[in-house]
């Protein structure tokens, strides 16, 4: 090869031009992962459901008209069928859009506060234990096992009927019950973090610890947390439906999914759709929440970004 075909220090070959920017191939993995689109799709509506609730309610979710209960919704055909309820009327004469649309304001509310709360918990114990080892794993170790000893229902129950069930209390029995999995998580992939060159490199160099986990462990775990977020997430939804079902969650006559299925568990061999309409919107948003957190997993994983 001559001295003219090697490329020169510091000048750009054609091969650099013309390679696309990494915002680029972020943009075609995420266009290319179906998963992550539909799930974002299906999140995104149920989030400007929630935003535009107001505008999107045609009646207040809290009215009462006993002359209009149990209204079927639209498909079902007959005499009482109308379109100002589209979704019918549930057995005290609210209008059951309007219910739904302002449930999806307290499932997500739940969610996202309970996933945070734990996160913040599982999180820092998980990166401290994986780090530091020794004694400091132990004592981590410890209270995880602690923790999973403790089912969580029969806790959430416990604790919810002793200092009374609101939607605050809701939100922090369910974010202190359910960190486990990130402190799992995050100690072990920190623990594989610290065993790598770059960590070494950074305590040769005098880098402080609190910027060691900034900067060097904190990016390379972030896709295991994306994921432990997302399965917390719709974890605690679920959590919050099955309190509220068994009376103990949010309480009425705040409209909520798990509470609109619990009050319609009496009806459900008469008006079925009562139960029915609620828990498939309980599902779809479970349903986007782990196939967004499993495609953001997939587009943004080391092994994905060259």
């Known amino acids: 090869m001559t001295q003219a075909a090697l490329p020169r220090a510091g000048i750009p070959t054609a091969?650099?031009?013309?390679?696309?920017?990494?915002?680029?191939?972020?943009?075609?993995?995420?266009?290319?992962?179906?998963?992550l689109l539909i799930g974002g799709t299906i999140l995104a509506v149920i989030v400007l459901m929630a935003l535009l609730a107001p505008l999107i309610a045609p009646h207040d979710p809290y009215d009462q008209d006993l002359a209009r209960k149990l209204i079927p919704p639209i498909w079902h055909g007959g005499a009482k069928v109308t379109w100002a309820h589209p979704l019918g009327t549930d057995q005290l004469g609210r209008d059951y859009l309007s219910r739904l649309v302002y449930g999806a304001r307290i499932s997500l509310l739940i969610g996202v506060s309970a996933m945070l709360i734990s996160g913040v918990i599982g999180t820092?114990?998980?990166?401290?234990?994986?780090?530091?080892?020794?004694?400091?794993?132990?004592?981590?170790?410890?209270?995880v096992t602690t923790r999973l000893s403790m089912p969580v229902v029969l806790v959430a129950l416990a604790v919810v009927s002793i200092v009374g069930s609101s939607l605050t209390v809701v939100i922090w029995v369910l974010g202190l019950l359910i960190w486990d999995r990130f402190a799992v998580v995050m100690r072990s992939a920190t623990q594989q973090i610290r065993a790598r060159e770059f960590i070494t490199a950074a305590q040769a160099l005098g880098c402080s610890t609190p910027r060691i986990l900034l900067t060097e462990v904190a990016?390379?775990?972030?896709?295991h947390l994306i994921v432990v977020a997302t399965l917390e997430m719709a974890h605690a939804i679920l959590l919050e439906a099955a309190l509220s079902f068994l009376g103990l969650g949010v309480q009425p006559p705040t409209p909520s999914w798990g509470l609109m299925v619990s009050e319609a568990k009496g009806l459900m061999f008469f008006d079925p759709w009562l139960i029915t309409i609620p828990g498939i919107a309980l599902f779809a948003l479970v349903l986007a929440i782990n196939m967004l957190g499993d495609g953001l997993r997939d587009v943004t994983a080391p092994e994905n970004r060259g």
């Not at 091969?15 to 998963?35: E, K, M, T």
């Not at 820092?124 to 209270?143: K, N, Q």
């Open 219 to 223: 990016p390379n775990v972030l896709n």
């Open 15 to 35: 091969a650099d031009i013309l390679a696309p920017s990494p915002g680029v191939l972020l943009r075609r993995r995420i266009l290319r992962h179906w998963g």
């Open 124 to 143: 820092v114990l998980g990166v401290i234990a994986g780090y530091f080892g020794g004694r400091v794993d132990m004592l981590v170790s410890f209270i």
